[in-house]
């Protein structure tokens, strides 16, 4: 059995010097793990893109229409033929249909839980909130399971330079900022919290919270608190007489052009960024390609709001679901296809998982103000590249896409599915606040789509 352990020390933490002297996310723990990568086999790194679509699509106009249905169920929106035989899609989703042989559909995806932010918990932590139809519950003890990125940056960041797990282009939130649990590294403690990066990247550069010195910060003030980190690890590792190079290398990360590289956009051509669309969720699907070819793990791209669009700019399409559908996929279809033929063309795909998933569903009939409401008991999440085969379907629904006929996957499942591509085993252990043992997952791999 894969262990991982959760340790605590006293004294004054890496993340307190880093705090105070103002040098990012990077100066975490990197020195420890520098020095740990240096004694992990190398492997064939495997990541993760999860692209997640804050509001939730309809079902019923992307991956699972329902031509034959009755009007107030199918809608006005019409569908259109796949690469893949007998497989339609929504009719809006021209540049996907193009790709499914790349792509397999999880049609019977459920968590019965309508409000978003808990079943936004139940989809990012494999693990229902408590209570379910909660809205807007703050993040914290009971529902405080790590996220999947911070299970990721836990058992994976020893063998990562940057940080093996990042969020971009800002955290899922309802209206008001209201922040959902789920997101961060819960009873794991804010060290494995994944690395939120907060950016623009549509708005031509843009700078990046942790790889450059703050311009109050002359070289010499930086010289002394490299000193002072340096104390603090010589402190920390005590007897290891090896601690302050790793030091040293930390430092020269946080101010390497190298590590800024990753981030940079501007070393993308005009036609590669206009390939993914010049929308704020397209420049962060390049930026998260860019990320996984640098090396990260897990990248999460959330969805954020289009202006002028109806719904505010979300999928949450409670009223005007045609309207909201046209105006958003569009955005979503260009840059999804964009990553997948990206990767492919950069021998990355193979190697790389691309999730297309939301918190769920949408109801199975149209209501009176044209929008389709929250809808928990069956959705359908795509998955391609990285593991999985290309062209299935896997699972079923009711004739409305209502409820899961066949081929049912609870969030667990989806969770093992992805550790089972990431070639993290299902049965690695973290430790809660008081020391327990748990595994990270309690699903099953959907072993019909794995290649």
């Not at 990270?440 to 959907?446: A, K």
């Amino acid at each position: 059995m894969s262990t991982v352990s959760h340790t605590l020390c006293a004294g004054p933490s890496r993340r307190d010097a880093v705090v105070a002297g103002s040098l990012g996310a990077f100066g975490l723990t990197l020195p420890n793990l520098l020095h740990a990568r240096e004694r992990t086999p190398p492997r064939k790194p495997k990541s993760v893109i999860l692209l997640f679509l804050l509001g939730a699509p309809p079902q019923q106009e992307t991956w699972d229409p329902k031509p034959d249905s009755p009007a107030e169920a199918r809608g006005d929106m019409g569908v259109i033929r796949t690469a893949t035989p007998g497989l339609v899609v929504g009719e809006t989703m021209v540049r996907t249909s193009r790709l499914t042989n790349k792509i397999a559909v999880l049609r019977a995806c459920q968590t019965n839980d309508n409000a978003h932010s808990a079943s936004g918990y139940f989809m990012t932590t494999g693990h229902p909130h408590v209570p379910m139809q909660v809205e807007n519950a703050k993040p914290g003890a009971p529902n405080d399971w790590p996220s999947m990125g911070a299970i990721v940056r836990k058992v994976l960041q020893p063998r990562c330079t940057l940080p093996a797990a990042v969020t971009l282009p800002e955290q899922s939130a309802n209206d008001g900022n209201l922040t959902w649990p789920g997101q961060d590294a819960g009873f794991l403690g804010r060290a494995s919290d994944p690395w939120l990066l907060n950016c623009e990247p549509e708005k031509g550069t843009f700078d990046v919270p942790g790889l450059a010195l703050p311009p109050e910060v002359p070289a010499n003030r930086f010289d002394g608190r490299q000193g002072l980190l340096a104390a603090l690890d010589q402190a920390q590792a005590k007897s290891t007489s090896d601690a302050n190079p790793h030091v040293q290398r930390a430092f020269e990360m946080i101010g390497s052009a190298a590590a800024r590289k990753a981030f940079d956009l501007e070393g993308e051509s005009t036609g590669t960024r206009d390939r993914y669309g010049r929308s704020r969720f397209g420049q962060s699907c390049l930026l998260a390609r860019r990320l996984v070819e640098s090396g990260v793990p897990l990248v999460r791209v959330n969805w954020t709001r289009v202006p002028n669009a109806p719904n505010n700019g979300h999928w949450d399409t409670h009223q005007k679901n045609t309207e909201g559908v046209r105006k958003l996929m569009p955005v979503l279809d260009t840059a999804y296809t964009a990553l997948l033929e990206d990767l492919e063309d950069r021998g990355l795909l193979d190697d790389t998982l691309v999730v297309w998933m939301a918190e769920f569903g949408r109801t199975p009939k149209i209501n009176g103000a044209g929008g389709r409401d929250h809808w928990g008991p069956c959705f359908s999440v795509a998955l391609a590249g990285g593991g999985v085969k290309g062209g299935a379907v896997y699972g079923a629904s009711d004739k409305l896409a209502a409820y899961p006929k066949d081929g049912r996957v609870r969030p667990e499942d989806l969770h093992a599915t992805i550790y089972h591509c990431l070639g993290i085993p299902l049965d690695t252990e973290i430790h809660d606040t008081v020391g327990r043992p748990l595994a990270i997952c309690r699903g099953e791999p959907v072993r019909a789509i794995l290649a």
